[in-house]
């Protein structure tokens, strides 16, 4: 990775965020969540940008989104947990092929990306009545959540996500536009 300065990190960071806005227009709606290609950038971003940014580049999807759909409680936790998505992929990408890293990066959102939306919900629960699930405990309507977002809304997310930016990751690995560390 060649070092960036600020400029240029502020630069890619609103680049990248701006696209990770833009892509949730591509999506599906659905009961519970609409799958969407947001977190593509976010998986490219982590080729050219340090962790911390990338998690910025998360942030930047959640409020994005969140003013343009008005659904901040999903997608606030959603742009926090592609944030860390992010994170993990830069990580991988020292052990594994660009299109790879960004692959299981993408899987990884069934723990970042559903958990923190579930966690969220399960929080809200406690507060108010008309979501709390009669009987269950605390484990079980957190669990209930996690599935009502993961399938098929996060699944389908991935499933794009990954095959759109694992795409681009190898042609621009393959074109020599960006280098593996080893």
């Known amino acids: 990775m060649v070092e960036l300065n600020r400029a240029r990190k502020t630069a890619l960071i609103a680049i990248f965020g701006a696209l990770s806005i833009v892509l949730t227009a591509i999506r599906v709606p659905l009961h519970f969540g609409n799958p969407n290609l947001g977190s593509t950038a976010i998986s490219l971003s982590a080729l050219f940008l340090p962790p911390g940014e990338v998690f910025i580049v998360g942030i930047v999807k959640g409020i994005g989104v969140t003013i343009w759909t008005a659904q901040p409680l999903i997608e606030i936790p959603a742009g926090l ?78 499933a794009a996500n990954s095959l759109l930016a694992g795409f681009i990751a190898e042609m621009l690995y393959r074109r020599h536009l960006i280098r593996h560390p080893h």
């Open 81 to 158: 947990g592609d944030g860390i998505m992010g994170i993990i992929t830069h990580i991988l990408l020292r052990r594994f092929r660009p299109g790879a890293a960004i692959v299981i990066g993408q899987i990884c959102r069934y723990l970042t990306t559903s958990t923190s939306i579930a966690l969220t919900w399960t929080i809200l629960s406690c507060f108010r009545p008309e979501l709390q699930r009669t009987g269950q405990n605390i484990l079980q309507i957190f669990i209930g959540f996690w599935m009502w977002i993961s399938f098929p809304a996060v699944s389908l997310s991935i």
